[in-house]
Every structure is written in C-alpha cells, then in structure tokens.
C-alpha cells in the first residue's frame, strides 16, 4: 500500500480505510498497463488556480508526447475555466466544482462527481491523468472509463488506476506534475518545451488602456490577500511596501483582488495618492488580470493564485512566504525573489489544518518577514531598471506558448 501524504491522523485513517476496501480492484493494472499511443485524452485538475497554473508545464510535456493529432480535454473547476482555455495545447475544457473546493458555493460530493465523469464514458478516452493526489477525484477518473489511467496514489485511491506513483512532498508541484506524464511515457519530450499562458489579443488591448495613465513610469501589481488567515502578511506592512514604492521610485500600484479583498485591498489603497493607484477588484475578469499582470515591471504577493499567474506571463515576482514550503510552491523566474524567515518549525505547509498556536494572529513566520527585507529584494529585481519595453515584450512570450505544438508535430512524426 503506499505511503499517504495527509498530515491530519483521522483522513490519513479514513483515507487508509477506504484504500484496503478498494485493494481488491489492483488486479485491474496488470493487464491494462500496455496500451496504443492515446489519440483522445482526459485530464484532471480541479483545485484552485495556483494548482492548474503549475501543471501549465506537465500539460505541455504531455502535448509534446502525444502523437499528433490527438486530443487533450482538461477538466477543472468552474473558477479556472476561462484560465483552462488559455492554456496552449488544451482542445476542450470540462467543468466540475468538487463539494470542498468551491468556498461557500454549490458543488458536486464525491459520488456526484463519479456519476458525472461516467458519464464521459461515451467519449472513449484512451489515457485519462488525474494531476491532483486525491482518493475522491481518483475515483471519479476511473469512473470515467478511459483505457489507461494515471495519477498518485499518495492521497489514496491508487488502486483504481493502472499507473499510480507516489507524490513526492519534497518536490515542486510542477515537477510532480511532469514526473506523472513522463512515467506514462517513459521519458520526457526529446527537446525542452516551454509554456506561458496564451493572453488573449483583446484582453491585451483592454490592459494596455487600464495601464496607459502610468505608460511612461515604474509600474507594480500587489495582491495583498493571503486567501487564507494563515498566510496573510500584515495588510499594514503591503501598505508600507507601496509607500516606499510611490514614494521612492514614483510607482504606480496596481491592485489585484476579488470583492471579498475589498477590506484588505483599502488598507493599501486609501494610504496612497489616488492618481498613484489602479485598483482592479472586483472590476475585470481573470484573463484582464493577467493581461495587466503581463505588462507590469514586478509583482509583490504572497503564496497565491496571482502570484502563479504572474509566473504564467513572465511577470518577476517578490513573493512573501511563511508557512507555504518554497520547494512546493515557489515561482522559479529568473529575476523572481521568496522572501521568508528561517525557524525551526517553517514551513510546516500546514495551510488547511495550521496549528493551534498560530490561530487567531499572523504566524511569527511571517511577523518576523519585515518590510525592509521585502524592499531590498524589490530593489534587487528591479536593479536592471523597469522590466522591458511593455508592447515590444510581448511578442516573445506568444512565441513560447507556440513551442509546445511545435514539439506536438515533431513527437508525432517520431512516431
């Protein structure tokens, strides 16, 4: 049985039991390891935006593999939707809202997605991953049916696919990402593939009006909410940061956030000069955001969703992280900065279940992350001076989210 990587002790327990109810159905892999090369696949990635993000590259790697001409069918939750199908080398995107991911909204329970995705059957999938370790959304992938199936047995359900690997908790999420595609296909693609997100034109026209005002100088998002409590840096020490940045550099700050931010967000943006400040809560869909994100000269966030999406488009990222584990999470741009504190119990990464000790106050590894720290990695991102010429830039990174087709056309004729 493999070795399950859930830190709370009753669903690690739970999660186990189900596992030995399931064990029966492992005599399942032995004659279903050996299949044709996929022409129609079918994959997984329910969770918040940070997670689809960081299987950008794995999905890349997989269109590279596959033999030209097959079909890639992604599946995610109905917030990532419009994100999914900006994604290069995607065909079809698939929405499912799993009960505990949608944050106070309506979604499916466990047997409600498994009905769902057996409903796919009809499509007659080839390969079906599932990017996620997760007994519930292993058991919705096998009741879609496909021929071959994959995905990670560390978060149980391993036994209802015919290829589960273990999920390596000391490893990049993207690298687990890729190690799960490149199992199935027995190495990785023969040249590097890269992949940024592929920004709408229109979307790049609306970002460039929103940003005109402040064309000519230092422009810089900030996404001030941690999402969670535990990962929130002072709302008071991001006001600070955009201070100095008004103040010193003559920034202009761009604002991220949804409506639910709107407390936090104020905290920063009633603190600085109002022609200083674009303030974009609430008022633009996801892929403006990332539009705009695109054209900044730097971005400065904790562990988030945006801060993947910046990662997304090229954006240099100064990220603030406590209890987050940067092996996991970080962005790895070349002139992105992780700004944290060394204790002996950071990163615990016990962002769903914190601590006792750290409720209800922001946990000392973050209180001890102070302003100054921040600033001298902002400056250090920023010693080339602003980060490009914004219109001129662009075009280099359509040029890389193309690279992953080009590597779909020279695997299929490989084959």
């Not at 199908?85 to 995607?90: F, L, S």
């Not at 466990?110 to 292993?138: C, K, M, Q, V």
């Not at 504190?341 to 016990?350: F, G, K, T, V, Y």
Request: charged share 25%.
């Amino acid at each position: 049985m493999a070795r399950l990587t859930i830190y709370d002790r009753r669903e690690r327990a739970l999660v186990a039991a189900a596992d030995a109810l399931l064990a029966p159905f492992a005599v399942r892999r032995a004659f279903r390891r050996h299949a044709p090369l996929p022409r129609r696949i079918l994959c997984l990635r329910l969770e918040r935006i940070g997670d689809l993000l960081m299987t950008g590259q794995a999905l890349a790697e997989l269109r590279a593999l596959a033999p030209a001409g097959a079909t890639i069918d992604l599946v995610v939750g109905s917030w990532n939707r419009e994100i999914a199908a900006a994604i290069p080398g995607v065909d079809r995107v698939e929405t499912l809202d799993a009960a505990w991911l949608t944050r106070g909204e309506s979604g499916s329970s466990p047997l409600g997605l498994a009905i769902r995705a057996a409903g796919w059957r009809s499509r007659h999938y080839d390969l079906a991953l599932n990017f996620e370790p997760d007994i519930r959304t292993n058991i919705a992938l096998a009741a879609a049916g496909a021929r071959r199936t994959a995905g990670f047995a560390s978060g149980g359900g391993g036994s209802l696919l015919d290829l589960a690997i273990d999920y390596d908790p000391s490893a990049h999420t993207i690298d687990n990402a890729r190690r799960l595609v490149h199992d199935l296909f027995g190495g990785g693609p023969d040249a590097p593939v890269t992949w940024a997100l592929r920004v709408p034109e229109s979307h790049r026209a609306a970002a460039a009006r929103l940003l005109a005002p402040f064309a000519a100088g230092l422009t810089v998002g900030m996404h001030v909410s941690g999402g969670r409590a535990i990962k929130q840096w002072p709302e008071t020490r991001f006001r600070e940061v955009a201070d100095h940045l008004v103040r010193d550099r003559t920034a202009a700050i761009v604002l991220t956030g949804t409506p639910a931010d709107r407390a936090q967000i104020d905290i920063v943006r009633t603190a600085l000069p109002p022609d200083r400040v674009l303030d974009l809560s609430g008022h633009v869909d996801l892929l403006e955001v990332a539009a705009v994100i695109e054209q900044l000269d730097l971005f400065v966030t904790g562990d988030t969703g945006p801060m993947h999406l910046a990662n997304a488009v090229g954006t240099p990222i100064v990220a603030v992280f406590g209890p987050s584990d940067p092996r996991r999470y970080a962005p790895r741009g070349a002139r992105d900065a992780i700004v944290r504190i060394d204790l002996p119990c950071s990163p615990c990464n016990r962002i769903r279940l914190p601590p006792a000790r750290c409720a209800g106050h922001t946990p000392d590894c973050l209180s001890g992350v102070e302003v100054a720290r921040v600033l001298a990695a902002i400056d250090e991102a920023l010693a080339h001076g602003p980060r490009r010429d914004r219109a001129a830039a662009i075009e280099p990174r359509e040029r890389s989210a193309d690279l992953g087709t080009a590597a779909s056309e020279r695997a299929g004729e490989r084959r």
